[in-house]
């Protein structure tokens, strides 16, 4: 089965310029999060969904970065314009719905896109 | 609100000598608690996972750790490191029957040394 798969795995744009990442879930998953790793840090969550509906996105910065999940299957994460302070990595990550009592909770990461601002 | 603390940012041994990973984690809830592993260059692995069950987890590659609810720790240990261990280590925090977000702490770097 195929895991979390991201695309591009390296993108490299000067400042201003837009970008869009890339995220397919595991089949089957209801819930998808975006998450930003600076180098040496652990990753810090974006936006989480639950379906096609944004549940959780206090930690995206709404200026400049936006993301759909339109069919509530694969998803896109946007920033326009980039910033040099933008670079990092990007993972993307899905687990099955939550659910009290359940041992479903374990998340599965993608291995991410490294944006290069220049 | 949930956090989680990995205590050392880089952890140095020698190979064929025990590992201890150190984190404590805060949650209003009782908490379902990983640890992840991220070689250079690699996605997120998953090592082992807490939930409820059984206090001492046993995971992948001859790692576990324990869940201690009176001291809020979930430290992860291995009894002989390997040169493929070196990588870095994850714990990660989050909540059953709340709002289910993975918290990560800052990661510890695990280096073995020959």
């Known amino acids: 089965e195929a895991g979390v798969v991201q695309s591009p795995r390296y993108k490299i744009i000067e400042k201003k310029q837009p970008v869009a990442f890339w995220c397919n879930p595991i089949s089957g998953h209801n819930t998808l999060y975006w998450y930003l790793q600076n180098l040496g840090q652990g990753p810090e969550l974006l936006i989480r969904y639950e379906n096609e509906e944004a549940v959780d996105d206090s930690q995206l910065p709404k200026d400049r970065f936006s993301a759909e999940r339109l069919k509530g299957v694969d998803s896109t994460l946007k920033i326009q314009p980039a910033e040099l302070g933008d670079s990092a990595v990007y993972l993307c990550?899905?687990?099955?719905?939550?659910?009290?009592?359940?041992?479903?909770?374990?998340?599965?990461f993608g291995q991410g896109t490294r944006l290069t601002v220049v | 609100a949930q956090s989680v603390t990995q205590l050392d940012s880089h952890v140095s041994v020698s190979e064929g000598t025990p590992v201890l990973l150190r984190c404590n984690y805060s949650s209003s809830y009782s908490p379902s608690l990983f640890w992840y592993v991220q070689h250079p260059n690699k996605g997120l692995q998953l090592l082992l996972k807490?939930?409820?069950?059984?206090?001492l987890v046993k995971g992948i590659n001859g790692f576990e750790a324990e869940f201690k609810k009176s001291e809020t720790s979930f430290h992860l240990t291995k009894p002989s490191a390997h040169m493929s261990d070196a990588a870095e280590y994850f714990c990660?925090?989050?909540?059953?029957?709340?709002?289910?977000?993975?918290?990560f702490g800052r990661g510890t770097s695990l280096i073995v040394h020959p």
């Open positions: 990660v925090v989050s909540i059953i029957g709340g709002s289910y977000i993975p918290t």
């Open positions: 990550a899905s687990s099955l719905e939550v659910q009290a009592g359940r041992d479903n909770t374990e998340a599965f």
């Open positions: 807490y939930t409820s069950a059984a206090t």
